[in-house]
């Protein structure tokens, strides 16, 4: 999670052009986001982690921070797994 955390936290930091932003630090209230890099950000998401962002996952929480966007994307990743990857099984 961390390297989802990482990769995440990069992307969004070049496009506010910030260093100063914690995992949990809501990046819409800081003013800086506009509608283009919000569907920047979903683009970024689906390509970076191979994951499709669903109408259902629109929610502001899992954008707004780079915790809910981490979150997102492992539950995203982990769907359909058997139970014993999960577990980290073999």
Do not use: C, Y
């Not at 914690?22 to 800086?32: E, L, V």
């Not at 689906?46 to 492992?74: K, R, Y």
């Amino acid at each position: 999670m961390d390297t989802i955390r990482t990769a995440i936290r990069n992307f969004v930091a070049r496009a506010i052009r910030t260093d100063l932003l914690s995992d949990t630090d809501d990046i819409f209230a800081r003013g800086h986001v506009t509608s283009l890099f919000a569907m920047q950000l979903v683009m970024f998401v689906e390509h970076e982690f191979g994951i499709t962002v669903e109408n259902d996952d629109l929610d502001i929480a899992n954008f707004s921070t780079i915790a809910g966007l981490a979150n997102l994307v492992t539950r995203k990743r982990t769907v359909g797994l058997p139970e014993s990857v999960l577990e980290g099984r073999p």
